[in-house]
């Protein structure tokens, strides 16, 4: 559907976009994931055509878009800031695209109300977008955006100006609504987990270009590098080196002494450095009741960081290494069960450990 | 909120001042145009004299007439000086507007250091005196003048054009001493938008002019309409200007005016006229004051 061929945008001397290709399919739910700079949002400027790419080509549909203005794409885009035509009422702002059509007025009428009624707008039409609350200008702006029908709709940061609570059902209605219509759509996006929650495939970049293009669960579970595990979500990450790595898996030494067994690991060769990634709520943790056991560690409560729904503990354990390890708080207590410098013990199971190789 | 002394202090010495300094001259000027000629000091009858008291009073209302306003009827030359300068305050306010527009467009698109400066140089004339600019442009539209100077040496006209003492050259004067007043108000506006919207516009399929038209200009239209009105009104009761570059065959109504008081001492119908223009921009005023309380709404 859409296809960047090593599309590259530079300003000044800084390449926002770096020799970068991908393909994004139709009817897919895509996000492009990043930091701020890292040129997610130049690349969906480019694709609604308010950047001009200095190399590569972008391909809508099997043709280049190079030549087309942005008045002319078929691609429509919600604006971070909503961009709302203040003099315009609701229903005029929605209606705006379909009148630069040229179409009949029932037929813009009946678009827009239908529009309207999608998003749940019903008596909003008359309002001006300064008497709306934030949710209903992002559900208007959507549905203006929504309303023209695009090949690809391109959201950046559509939830950025939300509160949690209304962000959270914004991003299933997106969902919802993406699946009803069945629109490609392409999100950019900083917060990892509304990429995770709503995309069906994530693009993480960094620097202008593309880290990882994978499964939400793919880019979770096995990041293909340090980078990437270190930005989604919470990870423990130890520098090793490999001491075993055959068909039956891989043994990584960490500095501090420890040994961690994983499942064979591409790329992973005897005596390279290497990095172990644990995300902390694959670590159990347990107050010390009977003896040793071998596969265990054990340490000493650094700081506790409670969430509600999880907390996360900070432990240093007796060879010197911190590492974070989350349990989920299934009993209603106040009183944690591990305090601050209670003796605790540490274990995972194998496929926990992920290795990566850069 | 209780109001204190100090809050009262600081609205009531403007209004006292406006009262004593525009109010008061004001209804003296009403009192004057109600009035008759007279070779007196000062030259109208009646003279109100407070000291005969009530009796007093009661003849000089009796004694005001309407004759001043009669007269502005009877004669076309006051009615054409009328229609002539609300043309030509018409006239320039649309030229300044379409100078203005543009200048004012660039000005607030122009990246941050360089728009400061710019800006600075569009208030840079006001740092001279109006009058010595306006006999600067004398200088420039004379027969022998810098204008006629660079027409003849770029061979676009053979003889000096006759610049001076024409309607011309009083557009000229007025677009040239108003353009700040027009460029400010709408760069104000402009310089607010957020371009965003354009590219919303463009996003939604309008080409770039057509999102001038639905998107730039009414956006824009509080600085069009503020800029406007801040010209327009000025314009039409304008004297220096016409005076200096204007000829004598056509009078706009500040030279009108000028000439009954001065030349022709008739107070009582200089005092109508003043009061007839007044009521003639009273409509644009209102429009303007109302579009203000708007803005100021608007803006939050």
């Known amino acids: 559907m859409v296809r960047f061929e090593d599309v590259s945008k530079r300003f000044g001397a800084t390449a926002a976009v770096d020799r970068l290709s991908l393909d994004i399919f139709p009817g897919e739910f895509f996000a492009l994931l990043g930091p701020s700079g890292c040129g997610k949002t130049t690349l969906l400027r480019m694709l609604a055509g308010f950047e001009t790419p200095d190399e590569g080509r972008i391909l809508l549909d099997g043709s280049d878009i190079a030549a087309v203005p942005p008045h002319r794409r078929p691609v429509n885009m919600m604006f971070q800031s909503y961009a709302l035509f203040p003099h315009l009422t609701v229903a005029g702002n929605i209606a705006f695209g379909l009148r630069q059509e040229g179409l009949p007025k029932t037929e813009i009428a009946e678009r827009v109300g239908a529009m309207m009624a999608l998003l749940q707008l019903g008596r909003l039409g008359e309002r001006r977008p300064d008497q709306l609350s934030g949710g209903q200008r992002q559900r208007v702006a959507l549905a203006r955006s929504l309303v023209k029908r695009p090949r690809v709709l391109l959201l950046d940061e559509p939830m950025a100006a939300l509160d949690r609570k209304l962000r959270e059902e914004t991003q299933f209605e997106l969902m919802d609504l993406q699946a009803r219509l069945g629109l490609t759509f392409v999100i950019v996006t900083h917060d990892q987990e509304e990429a995770m929650k709503v995309a069906d495939r994530i693009g993480v970049m960094n620097h202008g270009r593309l880290v990882q293009v994978a499964l939400p669960e793919e880019i979770y579970e096995k990041p293909n590098s340090r980078w990437v595990a270190d930005f989604i979500g919470d990870v423990n990450l130890i520098e090793g080196r490999v001491t075993v790595a055959d068909a039956d898996g891989v043994v990584v030494e960490a500095a501090e002494g420890i040994r961690f067994q994983a499942d064979a690991t591409d790329g992973a060769k005897t005596g390279e450095t290497v990095w172990v990634a644990l995300r902390p709520e694959k670590i159990a943790i347990a107050s010390i009741t009977d003896g040793k056991r071998a596969d265990a560690l054990y340490g000493e409560v650094l700081e506790i960081g409670y969430r509600g729904d999880v907390s996360v503990y900070k432990v240093r354990l007796d060879n010197g290494l911190v590492m974070k390890a989350a349990a989920a708080n299934t009993m209603r207590r106040v009183a944690q069960p591990f305090g601050c410098n209670d003796r605790v013990v540490l274990s995972w199971a194998r496929d926990a450990v992920a290795v990566l190789t850069r | ?300």
């Not at chain 2, 503020?226 to 039409?236: E, K, M, Q, T």
């Open chain 2, 1 to 300: 909120m209780k109001r204190s002394w100090s809050m009262i202090l600081v609205v009531a010495v403007p209004y006292l001042w406006l009262a004593a300094f525009f109010l008061v001259p004001f209804l003296i000027v009403l009192k004057i145009s109600l009035s008759q000629t007279a070779l007196a000091q000062p030259p109208y009858l009646p003279v109100l004299d407070l000291a005969a008291g009530w009796r007093g009073l009661r003849g000089f209302v009796t004694a005001l007439s309407l004759e001043g306003y009669a007269l502005l009827f009877s004669d076309p030359l006051y009615l054409f000086s009328y229609l002539k300068s609300l043309a030509i305050g018409a006239g320039a306010t649309a030229i300044l507007l379409l100078l203005g527009f543009p200048l004012a467009y660039a000005l607030a698109r122009t990246p941050q250091p360089a728009q400061g400066v710019l800006l600075v140089l569009v208030v840079l004339p006001f740092w001279t005196s109006f009058l010595i600019r306006i006999y600067a442009w004398m200088n420039i539209l004379q027969r022998d003048g810098l204008l006629n100077g660079a027409l003849q040496a770029l061979g676009v006209v053979d003889a000096p054009i006759p610049w001076l003492a024409t309607d011309a050259a009083v557009m000229i004067g007025l677009v040239y001493s108003y353009l700040p007043f027009m460029v400010l108000p709408l760069y104000a506006s402009l310089q607010k938008m957020d371009t965003a919207l354009l590219e919303a516009a463009a996003d939604l399929g309008a080409p770039a002019w057509k999102t001038f038209w639905l998107v730039t200009v009414p956006l824009a239209r509080p600085g069009i309409v503020a800029g406007s009105l801040l010209c327009f009104i000025p314009i039409v009761g304008e004297f220096v200007i016409p005076d200096l570059l204007g000829g004598s065959q056509s009078l706009m109504i500040g030279q009108t005016l000028w000439i009954e008081f001065f030349g022709n001492k008739d107070w009582p119908v200089a005092s109508a006229l003043a009061v007839a223009l007044l009521a003639v921009l009273l409509v644009p005023i209102v429009l303007y004051q109302r579009q203000q309380m708007r803005a100021l709404e608007g803006g939050r």
